[in-house]
């Protein structure tokens, strides 16, 4: 989808509710070079209701190693795990795409606590 694309078809707000959307502080970002696209591994910790969950991100180029520990992110936590190569991603962190197609991480302004649900 591009942002010149219209809204996708209306759906019930019940639906995207089940989507279990939180947030959480990075805590550690590797390199993961056994994916096919440029990509980190990432832990994010949610709090003590979620705990720590471990992620792939393409987000490489945005962000450095260095600038993801402890940046506030969104994810999805209740998405079943998925085998990414070697690496096994328990949550989607949420971002969009900027102008030039690099992904920008979504978060929150703020002291909302680590597994704040979004609402």
């Keep these: 989808m591009t942002p010149d694309d219209p809204p996708a078809e209306e759906i019930d707000p019940e639906i995207f509710f089940r989507a279990d ?3 959480g502080t990075i805590i550690d970002a590797q390199p993961f070079p056994e994916a096919r696209k440029p990509a980190y591994k990432l832990q994010v ?3 003590p209701g979620v705990g720590v969950k471990k992620s792939s991100a393409q ?3 945005r962000y450095g190693l260095e600038d993801l ?3 506030r992110v969104l994810a999805v936590v209740n998405f079943p795990p998925r085998q990414i190569g070697p690496a096994r991603s ?3 962190v949420l971002g969009v795409h ?3 197609g690099a992904v920008l991480l979504l978060g929150a302004d703020g002291d909302a606590p680590d597994g704040a649900r979004v609402s």
Aim: charged fraction near 40%; avoid cysteine; proline fraction near 6%.
């Design 21 to 23: 959307i939180r947030l």
């Design 45 to 47: 910790d949610f709090g």
């Design 59 to 61: 987000i490489t180029d």
């Design 69 to 71: 520990p402890g940046r």
């Design 90 to 92: 328990e949550v989607l």
């Design 98 to 100: 900027d102008a030039d």
